[in-house]
Structure formats: C-alpha cells, structure tokens
C-alpha cells in the first residue's frame, strides 16, 4: 500500500490518475456521492478486486483503515492499494487501526521551483505552490481562489473530519500564526491573544499541522555545553496562503513589509525539503545567539541551511560556530541573487535558482 498525503488542491488526484492511466485499475473517489455509495459495503467493494486500486479522500470514511489493514496482510496479494489523503490520520476521528509496516508514504506538496523553472521564481514565491493559485491569470483570480481554499477547508472539510472549531475561530489562529511566520512557537503569548488556555492553542496547532497547512519544525539538540532552544518553529507552509492571510494585495508590498526574511526562509525552506524530504530536519538554536535555520540528515551526512534575503551573504561568526558545534558536513547559504559560490571550506552560497541542481548534484555524491 502506498498513500500520497498532502494538502487539498496540491495535485494528488491528477498524479494518482496519471500513474494509473493504461492499468488495469478501480477509482473510488470518495469526494462524490457515487464514490461514497460504491463503498456503502466497504468489504464487499474491495475484497473481490484485483490490480491497482485508487481510493481518493481516504480521510471521508475512516472506517476504511480497519480494513485495508486485513486486506494488505493478505498472502498472496491479489490487490495493490494507492490511498489519497489531504488530513493525516492521527486528526480523524475514529481512526485506531495502524497501518505500520504495510503502508509507504509519499509526500506531495505543490508545485517547486525545479517544475516551474527558475525563471518563474518571483511569481511562485508570491502566488504559492497551489496549481490553481499559482496559474490563475491575474494576482485578484489568485486571491479570490485563496479566500475561496481557506473558507472551504474551514467550513467543509474540516467539519467533515469530525472538528467542531468555529471557522472564524480557526481562521483567527491561523492568521496569527502567519504572524508569527519563522519564529519560535510561544503557546502562552498566542493563547492570550485568542482568549484560549495554552493546551487549546496546541490542538489548534496540530490541526492545521495535521492539514499539511502549517509545518512544525523541531529543535536539534546537541551536547555543546550550551542552552538551547527547546521550542519548534511554526512555518505556514504555503508562501501564497502565508501573504494572503497577512493581506499583502502585490508583490511590491511584501517587498516594504516586516515579514519579508521570514517570508523568505519558509519558501526556501520548502523548496530544501522538496528534495531532501522533512523527516529528518530540524532547526538548531541557542539563547547565547548562534543558531541554524534548517539541518537535515541526508544521504549519511549532516547538512545545514541558512535562508538569507540579501545581495551578497556574508560569513557570519554565527555561522563558524554552527559548523563547529554541529560538525556539519556542509552548510549552503541560500538566497535570491544570481551566483553560487565558495564563501569558505564546506560552506557555499547557492542562488535559490541553482538549489534543486545543486542538492541533487550533492545527494548523488553523496551516494559514492
């Protein structure tokens, strides 16, 4: 079994669709009445069919998970099952079946800077990765598209999930935590803004978490005789969705606002991600100062990021500790400029532009 996770409108459908085209396959798209009602009897529908098959929105009937954990322990295995879900199981209720041993995950996250081309930089940054967002004609049919995802997902979806929040409530956090975009989740100062108790905010966190809406990024620690923060940082993972939910109307005006670094580092971010994949990567931070935006463990090798919005990055004494306390194998500075260079030994300036070539140059040395 393999399930393709990610946020609603990212292209898991279309994807799914694609790779099934030619093959001898079952849809089930649980999005429509017809989809629900062909799994009325969920054992009935499945157990009997052979090949590939495809059951979209999984999250609408999580019942299912029962049973596709006793058709995928089946020997032989008459049937390969590809699940599509925008909401990971730990946020639906009823879910208790594990699938642990029996299920791959692939991320899937919208469109990047190696699909669009370089080129395109300007416009994926300040659109987002949504398909509909970032190809929409005009920047007001992007923005009408982006109200539109927000209320839906607020006032359908997440209902649907057994989540009972008011939208305007959830809609309020989410807007702060644009606001609190790149830094340090601070459960007690956004839980006095909303007038909730802290374990409240938590949920709410781990909701749009849960929603592939909003990342988490937790601290590393290492054995460096300093304190450290303890702390995970709170990203909007969507660039688009992040302006739009601060109320940037252009390009121009995220350019003249306060939240520009920080804009920046969530979408460079996303784009490391994208190919070196979140499952170990972390953040490093101390309270003397020193600190690292991102470090991932990748192909047996600790590898740092620095995300700076500038001309001409410069190496940083900050940076020289983080190599040393961490042990790095390499640290890339990443910004928007045009040239990639050597700013000292094992540490190298890359242009955003060259980021998805360069990682995979260095993944596949990786590999020798």
């Known amino acids: 079994m ?28 649980l999005e429509t009445l017809g989809g629900l009602d062909r799994l009325t009897e969920p054992s009935a529908a499945l157990e009997p069919l052979r090949g590939l098959v495809v059951i979209d929105e999984v999250q609408r009937k999580p019942e299912l998970f029962q049973l596709l954990r006793v058709l995928a322990d089946r020997r032989p295995l008459p049937a390969r099952f590809l699940i599509l879900g925008s909401a990971s199981p730990g946020i639906v209720r009823g879910v208790s079946e594990s699938l642990a041993g029996r299920v791959s995950f692939v991320d899937v996250s919208g ?17 987002g990765g949504f398909p509909s967002a ?8 992007c923005a009408m598209w982006q109200e539109d995802f927000i209320r839906t997902l607020l006032e359908r979806d997440l209902p ?24 340090k989740w601070n459960a007690a100062e956004l839980a006095r803004s909303l007038g909730a108790s802290e374990p409240t905010t938590r949920k709410y966190l781990d909701i749009l978490a849960g929603m592939f809406l909003v990342r988490q990024l937790p601290p590393w620690f290492e054995n460096v005789g300093k304190r450290q923060v303890k702390a995970p940082k709170i990203y909007v993972r969507d660039s688009g969705l992040l302006h739009w939910l601060m109320r940037l109307d252009s390009f121009a005006s995220l350019e ?15 784009q490391v991600l994208g190919v070196t994949g979140d499952r170990d ?7 003397s100062g020193p600190e690292l935006d991102l470090l991932v463990f990748w192909h047996g090798k600790r590898v740092g990021f620095e995300f700076k919005y500038s001309d001409a990055p410069d190496l940083t004494k900050s940076m020289h500790v983080v190599m040393q306390d961490l042990k790095l194998n390499q640290l890339f500075v990443v910004y928007p400029g045009g040239q990639s260079l050597e700013l000292a030994d094992r540490v190298e300036m890359v242009s955003i532009k060259h980021l998805p070539e360069r990682l995979k140059k260095f993944g596949a040395e990786g590999n020798k």
């Open 2 to 29: 393999v399930a393709l996770l990610g946020p609603r409108q990212s292209g898991k459908t279309t994807l799914a669709r694609q790779y099934a085209e030619g093959k001898p396959c079952e849809f089930f798209d």
């Open 160 to 183: 649907q999930l057994g989540i009972t929040i008011p939208a305007t409530t959830l809609r309020r956090f989410w807007t702060m935590i644009a606001h609190y975009h790149g830094q």
């Open 256 to 270: 003249a606002h306060p939240k520009l670094g920080a804009s920046w580092e969530g979408f460079a971010l996303e």
């Open 281 to 287: 990567a972390y953040f490093w931070s101390t309270h």
């Open 111 to 127: 469109l990047n800077l190696s699909e669009v081309g370089p080129g395109n930089l300007r416009q994926l940054w300040w659109r």
């Open 134 to 141: 970032y190809t929409a004609e005009t920047d007001r049919v």
